[in-house]
């Protein structure tokens, strides 16, 4: 599966922005998805996950909240609606796809990535 990540841009602290995540190929809806992010200087960190087929998400504290993931399964795409953002969470957002197991919260886990979107939160 190739997925493909967009909806990133500039902000003000307290707006809002949505992540698209696109999939192309067959049985997308097979996978686990989870958003991941990475600030400058930073480690890649996990912000939020889905089980496939499930339908309650897990997410970072840091985010809890604020954030929602959620997916369109005949569209084959998945969301990160952002609201009440921060400046911390300035970032590139990645979307990322696992067919097996392992710790969901673990970027080493996921087989599949997205491209990387930028998210600027400005104060």
């Known amino acids: 599966v190739q997925l493909q990540a967009s909806g990133g841009g500039l902000v003000q602290a307290g707006g809002s922005l949505r992540l698209s995540c696109t999939a192309s190929g067959r049985a997308f809806n097979s996978y686990s998805v989870a958003w991941f992010r990475q600030a400058p200087g930073k480690e890649r960190e996990f912000v939020a996950y889905?089980?496939?087929?499930?339908?309650?998400?897990a997410y970072a504290d840091s985010v809890k909240g604020r954030f929602t993931l959620y997916r369109d399964y005949p569209k084959n795409t998945m969301y990160l609606q952002m609201d009440s953002l921060k400046p911390e969470d300035t970032a590139v957002y990645y979307c990322?796809?696992?067919?097996?197991?392992?710790?969901?919260?673990?970027?080493?886990?996921?087989?599949?990535w997205g491209q990387g979107t930028l998210v600027t939160v400005s104060s």
């Open positions: 889905l089980i496939r087929n499930g339908d309650t998400p």
């Open positions: 990322a796809a696992q067919l097996g197991g392992g710790s969901y919260s673990r970027w080493s886990s996921y087989g599949y």
